[in-house]
């Protein structure tokens, strides 16, 4: 097919339009420019860690010896307090030796040793602040010995009452299952049963 010529009046409307097109191309740029540029919106920007605090070597060693302080602060409390008991025992000790000296003892102040056995639901006697171990011994004046003694007793008794619920977890002591009978063990080993014939304690009126 043959390419059709324009006439002069579509190439006249033509370039007109070319022209017209070319203006406006030139308007669009020229308003461009003149217009102010946009602002450029950043990023939004987390804030970063702050830095870890770390203590100088003055406040380390400042702190060192704050530390040493207290612990010996406390060392020296535990001292004196142990030497506070230890004078508390020696001056019962002196009263005591001294009472008897001066003949104000009975036989309530004779010293007796006792093996602690309470039945198997216990493990020891507290009396007036005092832990008596069961299966240690210990030397007490008679008072105490007498109330230990009874203690261990209503022990046993009311673990029989109970039909003896806790007889598998006998822990085995130097002697027998009755406070009343255990006595010290002898150098070969063996014990006595019952009352000793002799009271190994100190009579209120040997100084």
Do not use: C
Request: charged fraction near 35%.
């Amino acid at each position: 097919m043959a390419k059709r010529e324009l006439t002069a009046e579509e190439r006249e409307r033509l370039k007109a339009n070319l022209a017209k097109g070319r203006e406006t191309a030139a308007a669009n740029r020229a308003a461009k420019a003149a217009a102010p540029d946009e602002p450029v919106e950043e990023p939004v920007r987390e804030p970063d860690d702050p830095a870890p605090l770390e203590l100088n070597a003055a406040e380390l060693v400042r702190i060192r010896e704050e530390a040493k302080k207290k612990v010996d602060k406390e060392i020296e409390a535990n001292r004196a307090a142990e030497r506070e008991k230890l004078m508390g025992k020696a001056l019962d000790a002196e009263i005591l030796e001294q009472r008897r000296a001066a003949g104000l003892t009975n036989y309530l102040d004779d010293e007796l040793d006792i093996l602690i056995d309470v039945a198997p639901f216990a493990d020891n006697i507290t009396v007036d602040g005092t832990v008596y171990q069961h299966g240690h011994w210990y030397r007490v004046d008679r008072r105490r010995h007498n109330s230990l003694t009874e203690i261990m007793a209503r022990s046993w008794d009311s673990e029989e009452r109970a039909g003896n619920p806790n007889r598998r977890f006998r822990r085995e002591v130097a002697g027998t299952m009755n406070p009343l009978s255990n006595e010290r063990r002898m150098a070969d080993g063996t014990f006595t049963l019952g009352p000793a014939p002799t009271i190994n304690a100190r009579t209120g009126m040997v100084s």
